[in-house]
């Protein structure tokens, strides 16, 4: 079965300060494993270190260390092997429109990486391509949706064509960034329930990367909780959610909007949080809700 492996991901980037350099971890010993069929929700509010490990995962930053493997193969870096590993994994980024190109049609976006990975032959078979993977998107009349640009469509349908240009490869894997975090909330369902469907019938593995906890229980069969570049909290969805174990994740959940006592308990967790980062006894950021060490 086909296994896409995080081990022990590190990245550290360099500050500068006038004359004075020192380092910034973003990301700390991350592990998790995605299978075929599966949506893990790796949620964190921003600066928790969650993009970058989408970054890394799709080969935009080099990792400090650490490392990804497919099918049980180190990822490489360059060559073909790079090439290879970007046709099973691709990104579906936060922002559609600045994803795509404006002065390039909708056809054009789909055409470059069916030719990139020699998905089709001939103008024929790739037209043939370009239109069924509008249409696997919902995006019809397939005909008519190509040959128009981006600024031409709505935000939930750019972000529908940088998941069809995902696809186009033959990924078997999605790093999903916020894919709906820059759409109006009226048409955000409509897209989740595309990556939803797309999951099911066509077995991928969706990394979704959010800060909406609501989404993350929904759209997940696992969730991973991120807090300054450290896994804090994994587990089954529902009991994440429905009962968490760290005191960052009962953060999270009672800045949703609730309309019970969640504001006290915000004030007690902030308290506790900063007793923490001042040495006190809050549990240990580097365990899992299963008390694992060296995530």
């Not at 022990?8 to 500068?16: A, C, E, G």
């Not at 807090?227 to 804090?232: D, P």
């Not at 004030?267 to 899992?288: H, I």
Request: charged fraction near 25%; aromatic fraction near 4%.
């Amino acid at each position: 079965m086909s296994v896409l492996e995080v081990k022990d991901l590190v990245k550290d980037f360099t500050v500068r300060k006038g004359l004075k350099r020192s380092k910034l971890r973003a990301v700390n010993d991350v592990s998790f494993t995605l299978e075929p069929g599966k949506t893990i929700a790796l949620v964190g509010e921003s600066g928790s270190g969650k993009s970058t490990v989408a970054r890394m995962i799709a080969k935009l930053e080099t990792p400090s260390s650490g490392e990804i493997l497919l099918d049980g193969v180190p990822s490489a870096t360059r060559g073909r092997g790079l090439d290879g590993y970007r046709h099973d994994v691709q990104m579906v980024f936060q922002d559609p429109f600045a994803s795509l190109n404006p002065f390039h049609s909708i056809e054009h976006h789909l055409e470059r990486p069916l030719k990139l990975h020699k998905r089709a032959k001939g103008r024929g078979e790739l037209e043939g391509q370009i239109h069924a993977l509008l249409e696997r998107v919902n995006l019809t009349p397939a005909e008519v949706m190509a040959k128009r640009r981006p600024h031409e469509l709505s935000g939930g349908q750019r972000q529908r064509v940088a998941i069809a240009r995902a696809l186009a490869p033959g990924a078997r894997f999605l790093v999903a960034d916020e894919p709906v975090s820059m759409l109006d909330v009226s048409i955000r369902l409509g897209v989740l329930n595309l990556l939803a469907r797309l999951q099911r019938e066509e077995n991928l593995g969706v990394l979704y990367i959010t800060h909406d906890l609501a989404t993350a229980r929904h759209f997940s069969d696992e969730i991973l909780v991120m807090f300054r570049g450290t896994i804090v909290e994994r587990g089954p969805s529902d009991e994440v959610i429905l009962d968490p174990q760290h005191e960052y994740t009962k953060l999270l959940l009672s800045a949703s909007p609730d309309p019970g006592n969640q504001g006290r308990l915000r004030d007690e967790v902030r308290a506790e949080l900063a007793a923490s980062a001042a040495g006190g006894t809050v549990q240990d950021p580097g365990r899992d809700r299963f008390g694992t060490a060296g995530l």
